[in-house]
């Protein structure tokens, strides 16, 4: 059932205690296919994960990817005046049209696997702030954020991937990531080379880290004041998505760093907020393999991937459709005349 469409961030934070519990009929009747279908048990490894799992949130022992959503935000950051990225800040602008013209890998990626591509830019000529300065949102910003990435899930959708672009959000995501989940053994942990920092702009980003959480230590232990400060409005954008999936009770694919980032705003929010969502990949950014451990997510695939844009989730979008086949369009022991164990 669709819920009505938060409008402060009470709702949004209400929201998050009264989230739907999968469908255990429908996993028990995906399994009794499976159990059935020609092959030992289990022979198809996470393939009948995966089956299980699209079964749970779409409420069908035969699960569907017919309709498969690929959303791109696109976000400016105040803090890449600090020298934290490789690239300068015009770059999202740039690559949004990219998107636009169909030149990017997730183009690519959406066109092989038959997903419809969105990319939604989120006020690019107005950055958030620089939070190693004040809060990089207002509440009022981060909310209309949350909202439109909560307003990009539609009804009826089989699968919903998020991606992102923006300078400077490798810091954004790790300087929340730290807020969420500690950092007792150091910044550095958190913070990676991102779209390919030298030795110097790592230090950067890294004592940018760590002059943020100094100045926001305090306010943090809310998960959505975390995002507030920490964040930038892709990243809400992507928080506000994926609790929206929830309530829809659409599955959702994880892609890299900043991704997951986003949905563990919830999952510190409501323990189990994501169990609607499997994670593709894990990226060659450092503290994604360390983020996962803190959802409890194993991802599917490890290609060395750190492109952003939901390209790792589009790649894994091939390993859906494979996990589908299978279970749908294998013969059952009986309809091939084989001799069951």
């Not at 990089?136 to 209309?144: N, P, Q, T």
């Not at 959505?224 to 892709?234: I, S, W, Y």
């Amino acid at each position: 059932m669709q819920s009505p469409d938060p409008v402060t961030l009470a709702e949004f934070r209400a929201l998050c205690a009264a989230l739907p519990a999968p469908d255990a009929g429908a996993v028990a009747a995906a399994r009794a296919r499976d159990a059935v279908l020609t092959k030992p048990p289990g022979a198809l490894g996470r393939l009948e994960e995966i089956t299980r799992w699209l079964a749970a949130w779409q409420g069908r022992a035969v699960p569907e990817a017919g309709r498969v959503q690929i959303t791109v935000f696109a976000g400016n950051h105040g803090v890449t005046a600090r020298g934290i990225s490789a690239f300068p800040a015009e770059v999202t602008v740039q690559m949004v049209e990219n998107f636009r013209q169909g030149g990017a890998a997730i183009n690519q990626l959406a066109r092989t696997f038959g997903a419809e591509l969105e990319v939604i830019a989120l006020d690019l000529d107005r950055p958030t702030r620089d939070f190693c300065s004040a809060p990089a949102m207002e509440e009022a910003e981060l909310v209309a954020a949350l909202q439109a990435g909560w307003q990009s899930v539609r009804p009826g959708t089989d699968l919903y991937i998020a991606g992102e672009m923006g300078i400077g959000n490798t810091t954004s995501a790790a300087a929340l990531s730290a807020a969420l989940f500690g950092h007792d053994g150091g910044i550095a942990g958190w913070c990676g080379r991102g779209t390919g920092l030298d030795d110097a702009g790592l230090r950067r980003k890294e004592a940018a880290v760590a002059l943020a959480l100094a100045l926001h230590d305090g306010h943090l232990a809310d998960p959505f004041e975390a995002l507030c400060r920490l964040g930038g409005r892709e990243v809400a954008a992507m928080t506000g998505a994926v609790l929206h999936a929830r309530l829809l009770r659409v599955p959702v694919l994880l892609d890299g760093f900043i991704a997951c980032a986003a949905a563990a705003v919830l999952e510190r929010a409501q323990p189990g907020a994501l169990d609607h969502c499997m994670a593709a990949h894990q990226s060659a950014e450092g503290a994604h393999g360390r983020l996962l451990q803190a959802i409890g997510k194993e991802p599917l695939l490890s290609l060395g991937l750190r492109l952003g844009e939901g390209s790792g989730a589009g790649v894994a979008l091939g390993l859906i459709r494979a996990a589908l086949a299978c279970h749908s369009g294998m013969a059952t022991f009986a309809e091939a005349g084989v001799s069951g164990a």
